[in-house]
Nanobody
Framework: QVQLVESGGGLVQAGGSLRLSCAASGRSMYTMGWFRQAPGKEREFVAAIRWSGDDTYYADSVKGRFTISRDNTKNTVYLQMNSLKPEDTAVYYC?????????????????WGQGTQVTVSS
């Protein structure tokens, strides 16, 4: 079993930066992803990273602004968010996907954190 705890959310002005962290317990050999859900909207994929850290994937809306990374020694995944926009405002969730999980890596994950709020003011 894996427990995920997000941190680093908060209030930031448009154009600013935040770095989210996700600390994982248990086994760490998972694909890790970040998702977000804005008020009145469905959950959407933001970014993902393989266990090796060599392969990363991004939603078009954040590509070039957000960077996902991981430190397997610390069992921690990060989401560096730069040039933040008001439309980035959402609850951000960390998720873990088993190596043999079925379905799309853009949406099908086995474990989820409880989220951290990111608010970008205009």
């Amino acid at each position: 079993q894996v427990q995920l705890v997000e941190s680093g959310g908060g209030l930031v002005q448009a154009g600013g930066s935040l770095r989210l962290s996700c600390a994982a317990s248990g086994r760490s050999m998972y694909t890790m992803g970040w998702f977000r859900q804005a008020p009145g909207k469905e959950r959407e994929f933001v970014a993902a990273i393989r266990w090796s850290g060599d392969d990363t994937y991004y939603a078009d809306s954040v590509k070039g602004r957000f960077t996902i990374s991981r430190d397997n020694t610390k069992n921690t995944v990060y989401l560096q968010m730069n040039s933040l926009k008001p439309e980035d405002t959402a609850v951000y969730y960390c998720a873990a996907r088993a190596w043999n999980a079925k379905g799309s890596m853009y949406g099908e994950y086995d474990y989820w954190g409880q989220g951290t709020q990111v608010t970008v003011s205009s």
